[in-house]
C-alpha cells in the first residue's frame, strides 16, 4: 500500500513546486503506469518514495513504514532502478555476493530465470557488457531481491525491440499480489499491455489514477478510415492509418485502452475526468 497525502515539494526557493497538496492511494499487487510529461515530478515522486528525498510538507508512507526514516527493514523491502545508474566493474557473481545479503528474499533462481529470459548467463563480467545488457542485468537483480515495492524509472530506454518484449515477458512472470511495481516512462507503448493501474500527473498535482479496467469500461479507442465521421469523438488525432479516437465507453471493457492517445486527451481536455465522463 502507498499512500501519499497533502505533499508539498520543491527543490528550492528559486524553483517553483513539483508537488501542492498532492494525494495518491495505491493498493499492492498492481503494475502502475506513472505518465506526464517532462517536469510533472515522476522521477521524482519515486525518489520520495524511495526515501531519497523528503516531503517538505504531507506524508509519504509505503507498506506502514515513512520512507524518510530509511529504516532497514524499509530498505529490505524496496528496490529502485532509475534511469541512469552505475555498476562496479565486477563478475555478477561478485555483486550478488556483495549486495543480495541486504534483501532477505533474494532468489539466485529468480535472478537466472531473468538472466535466461534476456539471454544472458550468470557468469557474465558487469565491465563487458553493454549498458542494453547493464540495465538487464540490474532489472534482473531487482526482480530477485523480490522487495514488495519495485520502481523503475525509464526502464525501456536503452533496449532493443526484442529486448521490450522480454522485458514485458520478465515483468509478468514475475508479478505476484504481496508486490507493486510502478514504472515511470515516456515510452507509453512498451508498457501499455503491461500495467493494470494508470497514474497521471499534471502541474503540480495528480490527473489521473485509475485501473486499466475501469477506463475501458468508460472510453472506446479506435483508428477509423480517413474522412470517416468523427463528430462522437471525445478526442481525435490524425495517425498515417487514418484519424485515432477515443469516445465514451459502452460499459463492457471490449477495447484495449490506447495509453498514448489517452494521455494526449486528457493533455488536451482534463474535464474528459468529470464524473459525467466516466459512467
Known amino acids: ?37 517532462n517536469g510533472t515530478g515522476k522521477s521524482t515522486l519515486l525518489y520520495l518514495l524511495a526515501g531519497m528525498l523528503l516531503p517538505q510538507r504531507g506524508t509519504v508512507a509505503v ?5 524518510a526514516e530509511r529504516t532497514p527493514q524499509f530498505l ?5 532502478v532509475p534511469e541512469e545508474f552505475e555498476l562496479p566493474e565486477v563478475p555478477l557473481s ?10 532477505p528474499n533474494f532468489s539466485c533462481e529468480v535472478l537466472g530465470e531473468c538472466l535466461h529470459e534476456f539471454e544472458l548467463t550468470p557468469d557474465v563480467h558487469l565491465a563487458r557488457l553493454s549498458m542494453g545488457q547493464r540495465k538487464k542485468v ?6 530477485a531481491a523480490q522487495t514488495r515495492l519495485l520502481l523503475l524509472d525509464e526502464p525501456t530506454n536503452g533496449l532493443d525491440i526484442p529486448s521490450k518484449a522480454q522485458f514485458r515477458s520478465v515483468i509478468s512472470r514475475h508479478m ?6 510502478v514504472i515511470s516512462t515516456h515510452q507509453v507503448r512498451d508498457v501499455e499491455m503491461l500495467i493494470d493501474h494508470v497514474v497521471m500527473l499534471s502541474g503540480t498535482g495528480l490527473l489521473l489514477s485509475e485501473s486499466v479496467q475501469r477506463l475501458s469500461e ?23 492509418s ?22 494526449n486527451a486528457l493533455s488536451h481536455n482534463p474535464k474528459l475526468l468529470q464524473p459525467e465522463a466516466l459512467v
Open 138 to 143: 540490474f532489472m534482473s537483480f531487482a526482480l
Open 94 to 103: 561478485r555483486f550478488v555476493a556483495l549486495y543480495s545479503p541486504y534483501y
Open 63 to 67: 507498506n506502514e513504514h515513512q520512507p
Open 218 to 240: 468508460c472510453f472506446d479507442f479506435a483508428v477509423r478510415p480517413a474522412g470517416d465521421d468523427v463528430s462522437d469523438a471525445l478526442y481525435a488525432e490524425p495517425t498515417l
Open 242 to 263: 487514418g484519424t485515432a479516437v477515443m469516445t465514451r465507453g459502452t460499459g463492457l471493457g471490449d477495447t484495449p485502452v490506447s495509453l498514448e492517445l489517452l494521455f
Open 1 to 37: 500500500m502507498i499512500k501519499v497525502q497533502y505533499l508539498n515539494f520543491a527543490y528550492g526557493a528559486a524553483y517553483p513546486p513539483v508537488f501542492e497538496d498532492f494525494n495518491l492511494e495505491l493498493r499492492s499487487g498492481s503494475i502502475v503506469g506513472l505518465l506526464g510529461k
Open 76 to 80: 529490505s523491502e524496496l528496490f529502485l
Open 176 to 181: 505476484n499480489d504481496d508486490r507493486t511495481i
